[in-house]
């Protein structure tokens, strides 16, 4: 029996009026990414208190709003969705009027500055009775990244035993200092160890190389962070943030009978005067595109469905507390046990 086409429904087909908070690097670069890449979804409003970081913003957003903070514009009914790209200790004042208004939010990592507050938003949601806030982890939507925890959930290769990852970057501001390598950059480590191996991080041990001389004054790094899970797969990580040379992210998994690599991408390579020269990625907003293109479309996408495809606000209240961890081990040279809340039934189905 033939059957008639499904129709799209009304909330498929209905545009979503997001409001990105927070315009810097990070905000701005979602701005442009809504307007010009993503389906069904345009940017609403701009909330940002700095005139000229607004202003900026707009001009790439012409139908945006210009808000100073979150109240204003859920006054104004703004609008549908909120993306939060400001720095993590700004996220809690915006997440709690944003949950209290039933507004499903896409909240850049982490998700707050520590465990506590994590809870709090947990706390939050769970009160509100539906699940809306989803934090932005994008490795999680880098295609080699899932590609990988497809390869080890397959068993294929034998048992997962360790990683290897290498988290580089060519440079930071003077601002950042010592605590930033755990929180703001192995974060990301912390959430995706996690997700590789589909099993919680255990403790957190850190270890200092020789200091890069580069390194701005008073930064002690680069570091070796071992991360083990309550799996037992250690995972070795190389937090190296003055390598001048590029932006590179790369995985090395090592099973019971094979070795897997993730992360050698590269630009076009030029063969030329007795040289082989790849181009090579600067910043994370390059690297990571596709996977940040791929995690607004699904979580725009999930918002009409009336749910969320990505790691919840309980993923980022563990990364929080194994940051906690990693906090404690880079300040005390000690290996630090992560210590974790029961998961609440809220959560059971994520
Ligand atoms: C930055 O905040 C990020 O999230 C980047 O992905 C990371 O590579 C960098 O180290 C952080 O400072």
Known sequence: MSQAPSQPSAQSEKHLRIAVVGAGLMGADHVIRIESRIVGASVAAIVEPDEARAKSALATAPGAKWFKNIEDAISANAMDAVLI???????????????????PILCEKPLAPDSEISMRIVETEIAGGKQLVQVGFMRRFDAEYMALREL?????????????????????????????????SVVHEIDVVRFLADSPIKSVEVKHFKRNSKSPEGLQEPILVLLETESQVLATVEMNVSVGFGYQVKTEAIFESG??????????????DGALTTQEHVTFKTRFAAAYDSQIQRWVNAVKRGTIDGPSAWDGYLAAAAVEAGLEAIQTGNKVAAKYAAKPAFYSAS
């Open 85 to 103: 790209a400001t720095p993590g200790q700004f996220h809690e004042p915006v997440l709690i009027p944003a949950i209290a208004a039933g507004l």
């Open 152 to 184: 080890i959930a397959s068993s294929s290769k034998g048992e997962l035993l360790g990683l290897h990852c290498k988290h580089r970057n060519p440079s930071v501001p003077d601002s950042y200092h010592n605590d930033m390598l755990i929180f703001d």
């Open 259 to 272: 070795i897997a690599d993730i992360g050698r991408v590269g630009g076009m390579e030029v063969a030329y």
